[in-house]
């Protein structure tokens, strides 16, 4: 039996990979979780690691540290296995068992590792071909595996997508592998253990390749191909390890063959169109005549610039029925999965050969029929045309959607609501936070912005899914890193996309629009430097710093952040201010005209400004964590004065400010830029006033949304900022749900109160942006919040209000598990709280009360005198 005194540790983790396997870090850093009694404390740790040539262990190492310690060992080499486990020991002497072993696996480290090169079919000619789609070749190769086999991996990426088959049988289930990347300057490769496709004799490999990200059509306003290269290529290392530790190598090179097969062509914008019929069976087996098939070409690819992922890949992650499904004619379904969504439909058909089912999607339905308007230049159809004979289940490789309905034509026969599923897509990030109240809205508000992030975070953070767009833009994830790194563990994939961030940044530092930077028009190509968007590079690792513990990760793009306040210090005038140059101001605001989404009410200066001084005090911060001590003292400084310039230009006497809006003062509040504690008092209660006068609907864009309920609260206007959180007239947060809505749109009135959608070329149903407000559902709603990075302390701070009667929010914390639910009941304010090993806790009661918390699960109870009246 096992003693509840003695401490427990869970798996370890390394760096933040759910799985460790094919990574690119010689020496990851360890994390590690323990349960123990309340009070328990680690004073020491042990590390020990299990490899080819022994078992190694450290000594006692002393220190309370369990999130992302040193790799202590030896550095692990090019394709190295060990086991790793931990155990530790309290300052009551107390030890633990050993945790259960992880397993770690290297992928290739150095360029040096790659023999494999960048094959393409062989096109003798290369005429210069019209800006359409390719049709997606196959390639293959065929080689003799000896019987003696102890383990084979496969690394492998592409230009454009690719999906692998060895001996007629898939490997792997990522999804549009190897992902958008930076591809000029890094380009993502997968490790996959292979050893159980290979037997004894003649085998094959075989790949589809598809034009993806690398060579597809991309972006607005008809949009770019070709824009990374205009042809498709596989690198592919199999290495296949023997008993006796040989090494059999079969890598691309000229030997493979390159041929055609069924899919006619597929983008992810317009789909996928199939030909069963031209299916080449047996083509990934072995002794396939691939006599007609042609030679590849070898193509440029630096091996330098190959890397292993740091987050997992996309995954299918779920599984929808329809929840409706109507025939508008004979040879028509309309199908409704309940829910809007990021993925591809499977269909499961009969019928003669040559017979074409097409799958159209679409967001909303208008008059009962695809509303397709929002998708502006992306056609999102696919079509499959069937072999004939038994039921087909087919599903596009290369594309997915942005929808909730499907029309499906060419339907014959068959249970549609069998032979119909959605199938979700998205980057297979581990969840971590939850929230719950006892108003039925909000919790739905709630799961659609948990549904908007697991749309848009489809290998990177995009800003919608469905229409011809689909970028990283740099302002919507600055908005919402805190809450989705609340709501999923996202930093080893938002780790990767802030490195292209800063190779794409430019030579002055003008960080992008959107990353990876694509042309997009006069308005957005060349990029400006833009506040709110720019500031990404030194507020987004800020935020995945202080909810992951990860000071590397602050390290890694602390250039970029210096880089990105420096350009701006050049911009900015004698006093600070940065009052020149365009501006998306407060982008969205409901009052701006549709034709102009930036022609907001509040000064697009105030803001920039506002951002300048936010931006510099985190580069300050930051400098102090990294030990960079003058830039600490000259960035804080620079902070200083621009705060300065901010309260002179902007702040009237009084607390009041230039612009009379709920987003210049929610700004001035959030970013500390007010002169005293007076005008933060004034501030906060001229923003309440404002939010009242309006009825307490929305009046703030992408800017001032996420920011307008925190700064209610902290100013103590949290009556003011439910009454806001529960309007349900337009604009507001529920008034979406009036109408349906199972994600956060882009617009507050993406569709009309009289059901009709936004006549506006800009209106999309899946934006996470507006969503932020999630951040205060946790933080103030709930009362969950973080008082040192990683959740090491924890402060509990409910704010009933609302009519809420209850609330509850938990978050998988680089410590273990935090939770709170509060309850009100008759007179009294009862909260329960986990607050795991290894951090501290206290709540902060509406009182001013402060109740210091141990470790494990405690329920507290005061009487709140206000609850009668909620």
Request: hydrophobic share 35%.
């Given at each position: 039996m096992s003693d509840e005194r003695i401490p427990a540790v869970a798996v370890p983790t390394a760096e933040h990979h759910r799985?460790?396997?094919?990574?690119?870090?010689?020496?990851?850093?360890?994390?590690?979780?323990?349960?123990?009694?309340?009070?328990?404390?680690?004073?020491?740790?042990?590390?020990?690691?299990?490899?080819?040539?022994?078992?190694?262990?450290?000594?006692?190492?002393?220190?309370?540290?369990?999130?992302?310690?040193?790799?202590?060992?030896?550095?692990?080499?090019?394709?190295?296995?060990?086991?790793?486990?931990?155990?530790?020991?309290?300052?009551?002497?107390?030890?633990?068992?050993?945790?259960?072993?992880?397993?770690?696996?290297?992928?290739?480290?150095?360029?040096?590792?790659?023999?494999?090169?960048?094959?393409?079919?062989?096109?003798?000619?290369?005429?210069?071909r019209p800006d359409a789609e390719r049709r997606p070749p196959l390639l293959r190769k065929e080689f003799a595996v000896a019987a003696d086999v102890e383990r084979a991996r496969l690394y492998v990426t592409a230009h454009g997508l690719y999906e692998i088959e060895i001996n007629g049988r898939r490997v792997g289930d990522h999804a549009l592998a190897p992902g958008w990347t930076s591809y000029h300057h890094r380009l993502r490769y997968q490790t996959h253990d292979v050893t159980d496709h290979l037997r004894a004799g003649a085998n094959a490999i075989g790949a589809w390749l598809a034009d993806g990200w690398y060579r597809g059509r991309l972006g607005f306003g008809g949009g770019?191909?070709?824009?990374?290269?205009?042809?498709?290529?596989?690198?592919?290392?199999?290495?296949?390890?023997?008993?006796?530790?040989?090494?059999?190598?079969?890598?691309?090179?000229?030997?493979?063959?390159?041929?055609?097969?069924?899919?006619?062509?597929?983008?992810?914008?317009d789909g996928e169109t199939y030909d069963a019929r031209?299916?080449?069976?047996?083509?990934?087996?072995?002794?396939?005549?691939?006599?007609?098939?042609?030679?590849?070409?070898?193509?440029?690819?630096?091996?330098?610039?190959?890397?292993?992922?740091?987050?997992?890949?996309?995954?299918?992650?779920?599984?929808?029925?329809?929840?409706?499904?109507?025939?508008?004619?004979?040879?028509?379904?309309?199908?409704?999965?309940?829910?809007?969504?990021?993925?591809?439909?499977?269909?499961?058909?009969?019928?003669?050969?040559?017979?074409?089912?097409?799958?159209?999607?679409?967001?909303?339905?208008?008059?009962?029929?695809?509303?397709?308007?929002?998708?502006?230049?992306?056609?999102?159809?696919?079509?499959?045309?069937?072999?004939?004979?038994?039921?087909?289940?087919?599903?596009?490789?290369?594309?997915?959607?942005?929808?909730?309905?499907?029309?499906?034509?060419?339907w014959h026969g068959g249970d549609p609501y069998r032979d119909i599923v959605a199938r979700v897509h998205h980057t297979d990030m581990a969840r971590t936070g939850?929230?719950?109240?006892?108003?039925?809205?909000?919790?739905?508000?709630?799961?659609?912005?948990?549904?908007?992030?697991?749309?848009?975070?489809?290998?990177?953070?995009?800003?919608?899914?469905?229409?011809?767009?689909?970028?990283?833009?740099?302002?919507?994830?600055?908005?919402?890193?805190?809450?989705?790194?609340?709501?999923?563990?996202?930093?080893?994939?938002?780790?990767?996309?802030?490195?292209?961030?800063?190779?794409?940044?430019?030579?002055?530092?003008?960080?992008?629009?959107?990353?990876?930077?694509?042309?997009?028009?006069?308005?957005?190509?060349?990029?400006?430097?833009?506040?709110?968007?720019g500031d990404v590079v030194a507020l987004t690792p800020w935020d995945l710093y202080r909810s992951s513990g990860d000071t590397a990760l602050l390290a890694a793009q602390y250039e970029s952040a210096r880089r990105w306040v420096d350009l701006i210090t050049g911009l900015a005038d004698e006093s600070g201010l940065w009052n020149r140059g365009y501006q998306l101001g407060d982008w969205l605001d409901p009052f701006a005209p549709p034709e102009d989404p930036s022609a907001g009410r509040t000064d697009r200066h105030l803001i920039a400004t506002a951002y300048y001084a936010w931006s510099l005090r985190h580069v300050a911060w930051t400098a102090e964590v990294l030990g960079r001590e003058d830039d600490r003292d000259r960035y804080g400084e620079l902070a200083r004065r621009v705060r300065q310039a901010f309260a002179d230009a902007y702040v009237l006497p009084g607390g009041l400010m230039t612009s009379d809006t709920q987003t210049a003062y929610a700004v001035a509040l959030q970013f500390d830029l007010l002169p005293d504690a007076a005008s933060r008092v004034a501030a906060g209660q001229r923003l309440a006033e404002l939010v009242a006068a309006g009825g307490h609907t929305i009046q703030t864009g992408f800017i001032g949304t996420p920011l307008v309920a925190p700064a209610l609260s902290t100013t103590q206007h949290d009556d003011t900022a439910y009454a806001l959180l529960l309007q349900q007239e337009c604009p507001s947060w529920l008034y979406a749900l009036k109408h349906d809505a199972t994600t956060i749109w882009e617009r507050w009135d993406s569709m009309l109160p009289d059901g009709t959608v936004n006549p506006g070329e800009m209106t999309s149903f899946n934006h996470y942006a507006l969503g932020a407000v999630a951040q205060w559902l946790h933080s103030t709603v709930a009362g969950l919040a973080m008082d040192a990075p990683g959740y090491r302390d924890i402060v509990f701070r409910p704010r009933p209000g609302g009519g809420l009667t209850w609330a509850s929010a938990d978050h998988e914390s680089p410590y273990g598990r935090v939770a709170i639910r509060w309850e009100l009941q008759e007179a009294n304010l009862t909260v329960e709280t986990t607050v795991p090993t290894g951090a501290t806790g206290r709540i902060e009661w509406p009182d001013g009360g402060v109740s210091t918390l141990p470790t494990g699960t405690t329920t507290t109870r005061r009487p709140y005198p206000g609850s009668g009246s909620h």
């Open positions: 799985e460790p396997f094919g990574i690119g870090e010689s020496s990851p850093r360890i994390s590690w979780k323990t349960t123990a009694p309340a009070g328990w404390t680690q004073q020491a740790y042990q590390i020990e690691a299990t490899r080819a040539d022994g078992t190694w262990r450290t000594g006692w190492l002393t220190s309370r540290d369990s999130v992302l310690v040193a790799w202590p060992l030896r550095p692990l080499a090019s394709r190295e296995a060990c086991e790793v486990r931990v155990r530790v020991r309290g300052t009551d002497q107390m030890t633990s068992g050993w945790s259960r072993p992880l397993r770690i696996e290297t992928g290739l480290l150095t360029p040096a590792d790659w023999t494999a090169r960048a094959v393409s079919p062989h096109e003798p000619h290369r005429p210069q770019h191909t070709d824009l990374y290269g205009d042809r498709v290529a596989l690198i592919a290392q199999l290495e296949i390890v023997h008993r006796d530790g040989t090494v059999t190598v079969v890598g691309t090179d000229t030997s493979w063959r390159a041929g055609q097969g069924p899919v006619l062509s597929s983008g992810l914008l031209e299916e080449v069976p047996g083509w990934s087996g072995p002794g396939f005549d691939d006599g007609d098939w042609s030679p590849v070409d070898i193509v440029d690819r630096d091996p330098a610039t190959l890397v292993a992922p740091t987050g997992p890949p996309v995954r299918c992650t779920e599984e929808i029925a329809p929840v409706l499904v109507t025939a508008p004619d004979t040879d028509r379904l309309l199908v409704d999965f309940g829910q809007n969504l990021v993925g591809r439909v499977r269909v499961t058909v009969t019928g003669p050969a040559g017979h074409t089912v097409v799958i159209r999607h679409a967001e909303v339905l208008q008059d009962g029929e695809l509303c397709v308007r929002p998708l502006r230049d992306a056609a999102s159809t696919d079509r499959y045309t069937l072999r004939g004979g038994a039921p087909e289940t087919w599903e596009p490789r290369f594309t997915v959607h942005g929808f909730r309905y499907a029309e499906i034509t060419g939850w929230f719950a109240c006892s108003d039925e809205q909000v919790n739905r508000l709630h799961e659609n912005i948990v549904w908007s992030l697991r749309g848009n975070f489809v290998d990177l953070p995009t800003d919608c899914p469905q229409r011809d767009e689909r970028l990283g833009w740099t302002g919507d994830i600055q908005v919402f890193a805190p809450t989705a790194a609340f709501l999923y563990d996202c930093h080893g994939m938002l780790a990767s996309w802030l490195r292209d961030v800063a190779v794409e940044q430019h030579d002055d530092g003008t960080v992008p629009w959107y990353v990876p930077e694509i042309p997009g028009g006069e308005q957005w190509t060349p990029a400006r430097p833009g506040a709110g968007w």
